[in-house]
């Protein structure tokens, strides 16, 4: 019996270890609770800019954590606008979302800045890039200043400033939970921290 029991311990040690390996405070913050954008699932938002290395750096392991995650996840991006040339930046992301054109324009552009050193100065600059990629120009510079993609620039800041986001690439977890790479030990154990905090959150749903 007591072999049994020790068995049966050893079969256990590697979820107890994992419920216990990430603590508030620690290996993420909780934040003040905010709206999400879909009811029906659990939100994760990653907050990002286009200049920030990390940023770019983690982007391949983001991309296949979306591709991965389960269907009761709702995954969201918010570029931060600090400055006006993130802001220009910000711009160029949202209204290529307004245009559903991401797919084509999202990563180019990490690789524009980071790899080619491409200096975006006006959204003329980002026209002629994205012209490139199969983006219609003049319905690009529309969607640039168009009131949408000020909605969302403001809503993003907002998002920004209640979360606490004081560096990037952050992520938030259901409205309630911040994770930084600082925080979990690395870009890698973010997303593990993610998924830890989307279980959780999808267990005291149920």
């Known amino acids: 019996m007591k072999k049994f029991g020790l068995m049966l311990v050893a079969l256990l040690l590697p979820f107890m270890v994992q419920a216990e390996e990430y603590k508030e405070g620690v ?5 003040a609770p905010g709206l999400t954008s879909n ?17 770019n750096s983690f982007e391949p392991l983001i991309k296949h954590w979306d591709k991965n995650k389960s269907e009761d996840v709702n995954f969201v991006r918010v570029p931060a606008a600090w400055n006006p040339s993130w802001e220009q930046m910000a711009r160029a992301y949202y209204a290529s979302e307004v245009l559903n054109t991401l797919d ?5 552009t990490f690789h524009a800045v980071h790899v080619e050193r491409r200096r975006f100065r006006s959204v003329d600059d980002f ?3 994205y012209s490139n990629l199969g983006v219609e120009p003049k319905k690009f510079k529309s969607a640039f ?23 990037v690439p952050a992520m938030v977890v259901n409205g ?31």
């Open 27 to 31: 290996h993420y913050k909780q934040v």
């Open 145 to 167: 200043k168009s009131f949408a993609v000020n909605t969302k620039l403001r809503q993003g800041d907002q998002k920004l400033t209640k979360y606490q986001i004081q560096g």
């Open 127 to 129: 026209a002629d890039f």
């Open 39 to 55: 009811k029906g699932k659990i939100e994760v938002i990653e907050m990002f800019g286009y200049p920030c290395p990390h940023c």
């Open 104 to 108: 084509k324009t999202h990563e180019p």
């Open 176 to 206: 309630k939970y911040q994770v930084t790479a600082a925080m979990a030990g690395g870009h890698k154990q973010m997303l593990e921290v993610v998924d830890y905090l989307v279980e959780k959150e999808r267990n005291s749903a149920n």
